[in-house]
């Protein structure tokens, strides 16, 4: 940068003046930057207020958006693969990425960058390994459960319980007597 003024060609004796903007112009710029800041700051934190994850036995769904929410839901049933990414900044804040994959996951489709194709990203997670098991667990019983199953609650495979049989006696009475 340099320290001198610009020069002119000026003959001996004519007038020649040099000089800088006012002191007051550089804190005049200095208040825009910072209004700017306080903006972006303001954005930052609108963007972290806005971005949910729900769990539930069944699904995950991840909300993000100020203007235009975007949400993605996957069910565990399709879940393929689940990993935690975590690179050197994320390190320094302990902070990690979970990406949840389905079946057809693929990349750079769509226009959510948080949520491409089948495939789920959650920013900014401190605990990825817990919710990394808490998914899987969830994966794993989705698999185990078969067509009509309700989770927990649903009775084992092949246990007929005395309503089961008491409905059988009466149809089977019914057709005796038809």
Same mark, same amino acid.
């Given at each position: ?11 001996? !004796? ?16 200095k208040l825009y930057f910072w209004i700017g800041l306080a903006a972006v700051d303001v954005a930052i934190h ?5 971005? /949910? ?12 958006? #100020? /203007?235009? #929410?975007?949400?993605?839901? #996957? ?5 393929? =693969?689940?990993?935690?990414?975590? &690179? ?7 902070? $990690? ?6 079946? &057809? ?12 194709? =089948?495939?789920?990203?959650? *920013?900014? #997670?401190?605990?990825? *390994? ?15 459960? &078969?067509? &009509?199953?309700?989770?927990? $609650?649903?009775?084992?495979? !092949?246990? /007929?319980?005395?309503?089961?049989? $008491? ?9 005796? $007597?038809?």
């Amino acid at each position: 940068m340099p320290g001198d003024p610009p020069t002119l060609p000026v003959e001996e !004796g004519e007038f020649i003046l040099s000089f800088h903007p006012s002191r007051r112009y550089m804190r005049y710029l200095k208040l825009y930057f910072w209004i700017g800041l306080a903006a972006v700051d303001v954005a930052i934190h609108l963007r972290y207020d806005t971005m /949910w994850y729900v769990m539930t036995d069944r699904s995950l769904r991840c909300r993000r958006g #100020i /203007w235009v #929410i975007l949400e993605h839901t #996957i069910t565990f049933e399709n879940v393929q =693969n689940v990993y935690v990414q975590r &690179g050197p900044v994320q390190q320094l804040f302990g902070i $990690s990425t979970i990406v949840v994959e389905t079946a &057809g996951a693929a990349e750079d489709e769509g226009e959510n960058q948080f949520a491409v194709g =089948n495939k789920a990203i959650m *920013e900014g #997670i401190d605990n990825p *390994e817990e919710i990394r098991r808490l998914i899987m667990e969830r994966v794993q019983r989705s698999k185990l459960a &078969g067509l &009509g199953d309700e989770g927990p $609650s649903a009775p084992a495979s !092949g246990a /007929w319980n005395a309503e089961h049989l $008491s409905v059988l006696r009466q149809i089977l009475e019914e057709a005796r $007597s038809a």
